[in-house]
Structures are given as structure tokens and as C-alpha cells.
């Protein structure tokens, strides 16, 4: 119950001319929830617009930006970097055996992602969105935003919080001392330098912690305060209520584990056949005959990647199938695994809102519903043209950041580049 009385409290604390801005932030922030941003946060955020005097749909709307258009963005590191860094990595390994994609690969973009997402899906709302919707004359719903955080949530944000502060303070301590157990030793230092003939870097010094622990750090980050709000508000009475609480989560990956399973055979024999190879050098031929390199093919491939989403839904699906061409194809023309995957989840991202095929569509549709003005005037057709402008600014918005960043030659991770 953690991150839903999180999700909660950011929202209801905010004040009214910020409303749009931390609406969009908590849906973007939420990604690393899964679902709670989708089945919490988007019926909230119409309650709070409403609270305000404001037409509920444009709060839907806000938090729908939030969650699905800046799926990718976020402060930290989320369950789709390790997923789709995992992804990487094997086609990666097509054409350069031994090569690796840690989970924070593009986490430095992604986190000033968060803050454009944010500017700019409030901006959308109050003078693009809002005003489309004009005055709301649909059915009023009793709020009292009191009611929405019970004093047991209370007591279990506020162990939560202390949890997490603890627990930052402890990675903390075996990550900044030199002799911290997360920083490479003397001898590895010795033996890096030996080896690369170069003196390493910060983040290098640190690459046991960023590339071999961070996904157990996570963990725990998670499990520490989510087991301390448990006690406290008295969601989690026993170690057996822990136990069910993770049965259940691990029970929901059973879909996502039969995919992998299909997936992985996929990969296998496209590996295998070498037609990726043979795909991405004959397409980087092509590039190169045209003139089309470096960025400008990036660029291409987040617009291509936000059409396909149109039709193809799931981060994980789509980048299985593409990520053994355009990994290697990308190789070829210089750029590394990790910027083609930040390429690729610019453009899955930017059309996730606008795509009736999305899972979370339908339900969507039935929250706005509630609010129609006009028996059967809410449809599928009503929450695309809703979402368009949100769609279309963030993808020629994020490319353009995308493209700055580049030719600033800023890091996209922690110890990664854009070139090879």
C-alpha cells in the first residue's frame, strides 16, 4: 500500500496553481509502481481537479500524460531499465560478444526527462487541454480529500520515510569511503589501469555497485520502507502477510515470464540465422548511400518506434523484435547499444496515450466515462483527440532534447557513451 498512499499524498498536498504540474510529475514518477499510477493516480487526478473547480477530464488527462506519455522518464531507476537493459544486452552481444547494458544506462537523460515531461504536459493542460474542454456541467461527485489518506497511512508514510532515510544513509556509507565495499580495490584500480592504460573515472570506481548490484539494491530500497509502512499501518500484521504480499506480486509475472519464454526462441534463432547481421549491415549501407548517420538515424528510429507503438503495445515486445536489427545496424554506424535504446524508448513513450490498442485504454475510457456531460458522448475516438496535442508536442519536444543533448556530448548514464 506503500506507493499508492504516496501517490496519494504528493496530490492532495499540492497547491492549486501547481496542481497540473505535480499531477503530471506523480504520473510520471509512478512508472516505477507498475499499474498503481494507471488504476490510482488517473481517477485521482480528476478527483482533484474537480476539488479545484476544474473539469475533471483535464485531470484524467494530465495524469494519463504522466504515466503512460512519460513512461520512460523518472527520477529513478524503474523496473523497465533492468528489463529492457537485459534486452539490449543480447542483441548487443550479436555483433559484440562479451558487451553488457547495466539498468542506469540511460538514467541521466531520464531523469532530466522527468522535469520536461513535467513542464510541458502542465503547460498542455492549462492552455491547450483545459480550455478545449471548456466549462464542466456533468455530474458532480462528492469529494472531501480528507477522507483519502486514513491516519494508518499517515503513521505508515511517515515509518516509510524514515526507512528510506536510513537505508540511503547506509548505501551511502559503502559508497562514498574509499574503502567502501561498493568501489573497486587498490589492486582492481591497479589492474584497471594496467589494462586500459588510463586512470579510471568516478564511475568506474564505482562500477561494482552501478553494474553488478544495482538490481538487488533496488530490492531492497523497495522492500525496506514498503515493510516498514506494512507494520505501521498495520497492512502487514505477520511475516505471513509479507509472504502473500510477495507470492501475489511474483504471480503477476507469470504473463511476462510465458513471453519471455516465446521471446527468448525468437532471439535465439534470429541470432543464430545471422539474419540481424545481415539486415542491420545492408540497411547501414543504405543509411550511409543516403547520407543518414549518427543522431539523424537515432531520430529516425524514435519516430519509427512511436508509429509501431500505433499498432504494437508493450515496451518489452516491441524492442524484442526490433532491438536485433537496428542494435547491430546502429554498431555499425558508431552509435552504441545504450543510445539506440534511449532512441527507442523516446518513441515508445510519446504514443503509448494516443493508441487504442494500449491495455490500459479501455479503462481509461471508463473513468472519464463517469464524467461525461452527454450520455454515450465518452469513446475511444473522444480520449484520443483528448491526448493528440499531449502526443505530438512530447514526441517533437523530447526529440529535440534528445538531438540538444547530443551535440552537447552530455553522458546518458553513469559511465556511458553515445559514440562507440
Known sequence: GLLNSIIKKIVIS????????????????????SDAGYVVLIPLGAVIFLSFGRHPLAGIAAAFAGVSGGFSANLLIGTTDPLLGGITTSAAQIVLPGYSV????NFFFMFASTFFITAVGAWITDKVVEPRLG?????????????????????????????????????????????????????????????NNREPGTMEILKPFFSDSIVYILMLAFFIPGLAYGVAAKTVKSHKDVIKSMTKAMASCGQVLVIIFVSAQFVYVFSKSNIGIVIAVKLADVLKDLGISGIWAAV??????????????????????????????????GLTPEYTQLAYRIGDST???????????????GFASKYEEKEGSMGIG????????YSLVFLIGWSIMFIAWTYLGLPIGPGVSMFM
Open 382 to 389: 473522444t480520449i484520443i483527440a483528448m491526448m493528440l496535442p
Open 300 to 333: 529516425g528510429l524514435i519516430f519509427l518506434t512511436a508509429f509501431v507503438n500505433l499498432f504494437i503495445g508493450g515496451a518489452s515486445s516491441k524492442w524484442l523484435m526490433l532491438s536485433p536489427v537496428f542494435i547491430p545496424m546502429f554498431v555499425e554506424l
Open 102 to 105: 547495466t539498468p542506469t544506462a
Open 135 to 195: 466549462d464542466y456541467n456533468g455530474p458532480k461527485v462528492d469529494i472531501n480529500l480528507n477522507d483519502q489518506i486514513s491516519p494508518e497511512e499517515k503513521k505508515g508514510l511517515r515509518a516509510a520515510g524514515l526507512a528510506t532515510i536510513g537505508f540511503i544513509i547506509l548505501v551511502l556509507l559503502m559508497v562514498i569511503p574509499e574503502n567502501a565495499i561498493f568501489r573497486l580495490t587498490p589492486e582492481e584500480i591497479t589492474k584497471f589501469i594496467a589494462e
Open 351 to 365: 504514443t503509448n496515450i494516443i493508441s487504442p490498442l494500449m491495455s490500459y485504454f479501455p479503462i481509461i475510457v
Open 14 to 33: 499540492t497547491p492549486k496553481q501547481l496542481v497540473s504540474a505535480i499531477v503530471v510529475f506523480a504520473g510520471v514518477m509512478s512508472n516505477i509502481a
